[in-house]
């Protein structure tokens, strides 16, 4: 298999421009130390846009000897929980990585965060705007045209501290007042238009309870978040960095313990996926998926279910590179990662997925041989035991009496190798009133077990499992959730739900699984061979009665895509 390179407008990347900018921050002595920080706002699960993010800070922290926090930037109550704090953890150790001691929260900071809000004020550097959110948003102006002052922008010192203090209270509703600091309306920088520092939100908190009644931004909590925190390289995505200059402004107007400095590099856009919460969080209260941890989900916990590994994820995030150039990356590439992680660590495995019955006529009755099977092809990974005796099962799709040309597998009167096991020939078909076959008469040839037969040559190899020890077991069909390669462009007055693949889930009941496979644990991985990788499910397999899912299909099926 050869490995599909990305496009972008530069090149083939697999590079990530971050690297040599941390190691001359080492070399030259800036910092003796790095230390980074993986900052998710705790209101919906990890996609697999954030895993982009998590290795690379992670991962430039193990790389050179430093650390990585995990902060949750929860100042948005609204829309936070508990449980997202908890999946969240879940995944970024599922993927392989360990923060830096406890989870910090910026919330730890509201304190320090107000503090230093008090002192803008007494430093006329901010000031309490009586605006409504509406009229705030006119005298912003526009990209085109400059904003102007806010009546209330010259309030003097005392009336602004008086002011704060009674938000603080909680004398004001909602969204009547805000502090805002005092930077420049007609900057040609929306983000420097005197923004907001503080919001009235009379809304409990999942860690600090009903403590605040003011929460602070998003801008102004994060730069200093990370200065608080001593981070050296603060990276985010392209999108902030109109922000840069107001997180600069920030640490230069107030006495943070030290400057961290922001990087931008750009988003992963995957085709046919969706990477926005706010939309995986639509699929799930409308009921499109199953949860959160839907194997069809971009969300980590869903690829883990899926049966993807953290490795592939990891070396997929590694393949993309990390730049800041704009472009959308192919799924085939994921694919390929997990495919070529379990080609080389799933164990071979058969399971039938549409079972035809197929009774051996002239192999003695009461006879079972144990035939020994490898696990793996190439690793050594032992032997599974399969059971060789009359009855046995085959998939319906393996024998066609009308074969178009070129069909390899059974046919009325040819033959066909059970994998390995021995050649068997079709002698007759029996058929149900409709004139369904439902099952097969079949003779073998005894002298094929591990050799070829005499004097002809038979092509077909077919997986198949034997009736009896043979364990029945669901098996579900996944496909891609989106049929469109870029699902968030809808056809007018549609949405993305339109794109949704209607095809993207089948489920197949008594399926027959190869003895071995009764052992299977959740989570197991294997090869079905001739079929696709495999994962016995996290939530619904039983002991002795698995339920598998498919994790990718052996080849790429969407045809060049
Ligand atoms: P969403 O748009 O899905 O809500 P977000 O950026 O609001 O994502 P956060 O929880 O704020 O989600 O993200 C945490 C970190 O992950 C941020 O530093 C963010 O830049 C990064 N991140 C989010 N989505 C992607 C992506 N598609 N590619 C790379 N990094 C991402
Ligand atoms: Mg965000």
Redesign the pocket.
């Known amino acids: 298999m050869s490995k599909p390179s990305v496009e972008t407008k530069e090149g083939t990347a697999a590079a990530n421009f971050l690297r040599p900018i941390v190691q001359a921050d080492l070399d030259s002595g800036k910092h003796g130390k790095i230390v980074t920080r993986f900052?998710?706002?705790p209101n919906g699960y990890l996609h697999i846009g954030h895993a982009k993010s998590i290795c690379l800070n992670f991962g430039l922290a193990q790389e050179f000897g430093g650390e990585c926090n995990l902060r949750f930037?929860d100042t948005n109550p609204a829309k936070e929980d508990q449980e997202y704090i908890d999946a969240i953890e879940n995944d970024v150790k599922w993927l392989g990585f360990q923060w830096a001691g406890e989870p910090h929260y910026a919330s730890d900071y509201f304190d320090q965060l107000h503090d230093w809000a008090v002192e803008l004020i007494k430093a006329g550097k901010a000031f309490v705007c009586d605006l409504s959110p509406e009229q705030a948003r006119e005298y912003r102006g526009s990209l085109t045209e400059p904003g102007k002052n806010s009546p209330f922008r010259d309030r003097s010192v005392e009336e602004n501290l008086d002011l704060f203090a009674r938000m603080r209270a909680g004398e004001f509703p909602d969204g009547t007042r805000s502090l805002r600091a005092k930077i420049d309306m007609s900057s040609p920088n929306m983000n420097l238009r005197d923004p907001i520092l503080y919001r009235i939100r009379h809304a409990h908190h999942h860690q600090t309870g009903d403590k605040w009644c003011i929460y602070p931004s998003?801008d102004f909590t994060h730069g200093q978040s990370d200065a608080i925190e001593g981070i050296t390289h603060s990276i985010c995505t392209l999108e902030f960095e109109d922000h840069r200059p107001l997180y600069e402004w920030f640490l230069d107007n107030l006495p943070v313990p030290c400057k961290p400095r922001q990087y931008e590099f750009s988003r992963l856009n995957l085709n046919y996926t969706i990477t926005s919460?706010r939309k995986l969080k639509q699929l799930v209260d409308e009921g499109h998926v199953a949860g959160w941890d839907d194997p069809r989900m971009s969300t980590l916990s869903g690829y883990r279910r899926r049966g993807y590994t953290p490795e592939s994820i990891r070396n997929f995030c590694e393949m993309i590179g990390v730049n800041r150039a704009s472009g959308v990356v192919d799924i085939g590439m994921l694919e390929f990662a997990i495919r070529d992680h379990l080609d080389a660590t799933a164990p071979r495995a058969m399971c039938v997925l549409k079972p035809l019955k197929v009774v051996i006529t002239n192999y003695p009755e009461g006879k079972v041989e144990q035939l020994e099977l490898p696990r793996h092809p190439k690793q050594d990974m032992g032997v599974r035991m399969l059971p060789f005796s009359r009855e046995l099962y085959i998939d319906a799709g393996d024998f066609e009496e009308n074969p178009p040309a070129g069909y390899k597998r059974l046919v009325p009167g040819g033959e066909v190798r059970l994998r390995g096991s021995y050649v068997i020939r079709a002698d007759e078909a029996i058929k149900d009133e409709a004139g369904n076959v439902v099952e097969l008469r079949c003779s073998y040839d005894e002298n094929t077990l591990g050799k070829n037969p005499e004097g002809r040559k038979v092509k077909g190899v077919i997986h198949w499992v034997p009736a009896e020890g043979s364990i029945e077991c669901e098996v579900r069909l996944y496909d891609r959730l989106f049929r469109s390669p870029n699902p968030e462009k809808a056809e007018e007055g549609g949405s993305f739900l339109d794109n949704i693949n209607p095809e993207s889930l089948l489920v197949l009941k008594g399926c027959r699984a190869e003895p071995s496979l009764a052992q299977a644990q959740p989570e197991d991985r294997f090869q079905f061979e001739r079929e696709g990788y495999f994962c016995a499910d996290l939530k619904d397999s039983k002991p002795g009665a698995p339920v598998f899912n498919r994790t990718v299909t052996l080849r790429d099926s969407w045809g060049g895509q």
Do not use: S
């Open positions: 900052p998710p706002e930037d998003y919460k």
